[in-house]
Structures are given as structure tokens and as C-alpha cells.
């Protein structure tokens, strides 16, 4: 039977460790809450963006031409991963990187570099058969993502698309902020931005100040602008989910498992008090 | 007049302003378009400028820079870069950015890019410095 000594102190070290996750879910519940709110204050952005691009490419069909927009080959391709600084967040950063490995087995017969935004993704994939071509390190992190930042990654990855030809496609993977307790790994093609699907539906004869070709050359960059940034959005907001979740069932194990410990504490002491007692009732019999 | 339009200012950010107006002043890069209830649908690129809308005899004005104009069914919908309301300027930073352009304008190195960015950015703190000088104006 383990030592009372012994019990005691790992209490004592549980308990630490319990103050540590609360407070840990704490912070991810303040930060989660502004990330939230970053997340939602963006979204009408993207929708309209989307409307519009979509009326645009309605009116015109096909006779639109962007770097940014014209199907290449489909042998080269840039996967782009969002993963966390950070671990202690449950399965979030397991999830991102399992479902980029899936991505490599079923497009193994390309040619796929890497782009990763977060250490996780990084670290990960540093150690495997893999060029990586760029890091983000430090972004994710900070729990704040500026629009600026997003900025600068979505230029890169347009900078690099259109620099080499010889790319064909850009992918990104995100953790998709569905609420506090979900967060979902979605796939998406990033470039060449897909065409959107001009079903039958009422076209609006717009005034065009300019002309239609040149205004949906600069929307373009923009749009993936947007979806880059939204993606980031997302992830810091699934993070902060993710962890708090973690945190919270860490600290009730935590707690489990002090009851646990209490309870063959006392189980112990009494046995030493009981076992005392028979010691002096004996001594005294036998006197 | 009954008839409204609503306007929306909308950045990657967040929504500026979500209103409805009488009518509306977008800075649009061939020159300001006025767009009262009825408007035409239009579509066009802005510029650094300011844009300013009437909302029963009251008129507000904002800084606005870089983005689209769409314009359908009495709706506006701004989609800008930037947008900031007077009241959100800080004017000393827009002196400061105003000062730093002019520096980078005065010792021009011939890099067309550098050039163009330091436009921008003097066009911008210009616009900033008027709204916010006319804010203070206001205010006192």
C-alpha cells in the first residue's frame, strides 16, 4: 500500500497542475470571445465580396481571363496548413496535420510543397519528406490576428502563384470555427479561385465606371485576400475553442482525480489509525 | 422625401456604417458620384477620398480608401479597405504619416512602387487631416 507521504504530495501536484488548466481555460475563454467576435465582423465582407464577384462572373461567363483565375495543369501544387503555435488545445493541431497527410497519400503521385502558418504544422513536417517552402511562425500564435498579416500571407501566396508557372493549383487547410465545441478541418482550393457556378439567376445590368474585365482584375486579389484572412479568423477562433474545451475537461479530470486520491488518503489513514487502536487494546489485554 | 437608401461601409474588419440615408456621395475613381432612392445599379472601383451621406438635413462624412462601390434595389454597399469616422482619426498620426510621404515624395529615388505607395499614403493622411481638423471644429 503506497506510502501516505507519498499520496499527499501527489495532491499537492495535481492540484497545481489543475490551477494551471483553469486558468489556462480562462484566457482561452476571454481571447476565445474577442476571436469570436473578429470572426463575425468579417463575415458580411466576405459575403458581399462573394455576391458580387459572382454577379460579375454571371454577366461575363467565360470571358474573363486572371493569372488568378485560368485552370493550369494539375501536377504541382501548394499546400497551405494553418496550424497553432501552441499544443495543449485537444486535437486540434492532430486533426489539421492528419487531414494534410491524407491530402499528400491521395495526391501522391504530384509534385506538393509546403507553405506553414503555425510552429505545429512546421515542426511536424520539417521532420518528414517534404520541401517547405515557406513559414509563417508567430502569427497564430499572438491570439490576434491583424488584417494586415493576413495580407501579407495572401500576397505571398499570389506572389508565388503567379511568379511560377509551373504551379498549378493552391490548397489551404483550417480549422472551420463551427462553435466552442466544434471546429471542423476543411480543404479548399484557394487558386485558381474557382469559378463560380452561374446558375439561372437574375442578372442585374449594372453602369460599369469601368470597365467589367478591370474591376473584376482587382477584385480577384482582394477576394483571395479575404478568404486567406477569414481562414486565419477562423483557425485563432477554433484554437481558442478547441483549448478551452481541453482545458475544461483537464481541470474535471484534475478534479477526479484528487477526489481519487483523498479518498484512499483517508482510506489509508484510517487503516494506520485502526490498526494503532488493536495495537493498544491488545497491549492492554495482555497486560 | 419618403424614399430611403440604405448604406452599408463595410471593411474585411467589420461593418462602418449600417444606415439608412437620404442620400449618399461615394468618391469613385472617375470623380464623386451623388446617388439618391432610384439610383441606377452600378458597380465601381474608389479612391482615397471622402464620403458623405445626408440623413434627414444632418450630413455625415468618412474617411474611405481604396475598395468598390456596388449600387442595386436602393441599396449602397461600400466595400473599402479602410474606413474610419472622424471621430476615430488620430490626427496626429495622419500629420505624422503626411510629413513622412512628403520626405519620401521630396527625395524621390526614381522606384515607381515606393513612389506610388508614398502617394497613397500622403493622398490618405490628407483626407484624414481635413476630416479630423473639421471634427475638432465641430466639437468646439
Not at chain 2, 53 to 81: C, N, W
Amino acid at each position: 500500500m503506497a506510502n501516505l507521504l507519498d499520496i499527499r504530495r501527489r495532491i499537492r501536484s495535481v492540484k497545481n497542475t489543475q490551477q494551471i488548466t483553469k486558468a489556462m481555460k480562462m484566457v482561452s475563454a476571454a481571447k476565445l470571445k474577442r476571436a469570436q467576435d473578429r470572426v463575425v465582423a468579417a463575415r458580411p465582407y466576405a459575403a458581399k465580396m462573394t455576391q458580387v464577384l459572382g454577379r460579375l462572373a454571371a454577366r461575363a461567363g467565360d470571358s474573363f481571363h486572371d493569372p488568378l483565375l485560368d485552370e493550369r495543369g494539375d501536377q504541382h501544387y501548394l499546400l497551405v496548413l494553418i496550424t497553432a503555435d501552441k499544443g495543449l488545445a485537444g486535437a486540434f493541431n492532430a486533426n489539421l496535420i492528419k487531414a494534410a497527410q491524407i491530402f499528400l497519400q491521395e495526391n501522391a503521385d504530384k509534385q506538393i510543397e509546403l507553405l506553414a502558418i503555425g510552429r505545429k504544422g512546421r515542426d511536424f513536417f520539417r521532420r518528414r519528406q517534404i520541401n517547405i517552402v515557406g513559414e509563417y511562425v508567430g502569427l497564430t500564435g499572438k491570439g490576434r490576428i491583424e488584417h494586415e498579416e493576413a495580407l501579407d500571407v495572401a500576397r505571398d501566396i499570389m506572389r508565388r502563384f503567379t511568379e511560377d508557372e509551373s504551379l498549378d493549383k493552391v490548397f489551404i487547410i483550417y480549422n472551420e470555427f463551427k462553435s466552442v465545441l466544434q471546429q471542423r478541418v476543411v480543404v479548399e482550393q484557394l487558386l485558381p479561385v474557382p469559378r463560380v457556378e452561374t446558375g439561372p439567376q437574375q442578372t442585374i445590368e449594372y453602369i460599369y465606371e469601368q470597365p467589367p474585365a478591370e474591376i473584376f482584375g482587382r477584385l480577384l486579389p482582394r477576394y483571395v485576400e479575404t478568404q486567406v484572412f477569414r481562414a486565419l479568423l477562423e483557425s485563432v477562433a477554433s484554437e481558442h475553442g478547441a483549448r478551452m474545451t481541453a482545458m475544461d475537461s483537464a481541470t474535471k479530470n484534475a478534479g477526479e482525480l484528487i477526489n481519487h486520491l483523498t479518498l484512499t488518503m483517508n482510506r489509508i489513514r484510517q487503516a494506520a489509525i485502526t490498526k494503532e487502536i488493536i495495537e493498544v487494546v491488545s497491549g492492554a489485554a495482555a497486560l | 422625401m419618403a424614399e430611403q437608401i440604405q448604406l452599408e461601409v463595410i471593411t474585411p474588419e467589420r461593418r462602418v456604417v449600417s444606415e439608412r440615408v437620404d442620400a449618399v456621395t461615394v468618391p469613385a475613381l472617375g470623380g464623386e458620384i451623388g446617388v439618391l432612392p432610384g439610383h441606377a445599379p452600378l458597380i465601381s472601383q474608389i479612391q482615397t477620398g471622402i464620403l458623405s451621406y445626408t440623413q434627414g438635413g444632418a450630413t455625415h462624412r468618412l474617411h474611405v480608401s481604396g475598395g468598390f462601390v456596388e449600387v442595386s434595389d436602393d441599396q449602397v454597399t461600400v466595400l473599402a479597405d479602410v474606413a474610419e469616422l472622424p471621430e476615430e482619426i488620430d490626427a496626429a498620426r495622419a500629420r505624422r504619416a503626411r510629413e513622412q510621404a512628403e520626405k519620401i515624395l521630396s527625395s524621390f529615388s526614381g522606384d515607381q512602387e515606393e513612389f506610388a505607395r508614398a502617394m497613397a499614403k500622403l493622398e490618405r493622411s490628407l483626407v484624414r487631416i481635413q476630416l479630423a481638423e473639421e471634427f475638432e471644429a465641430i466639437r468646439r
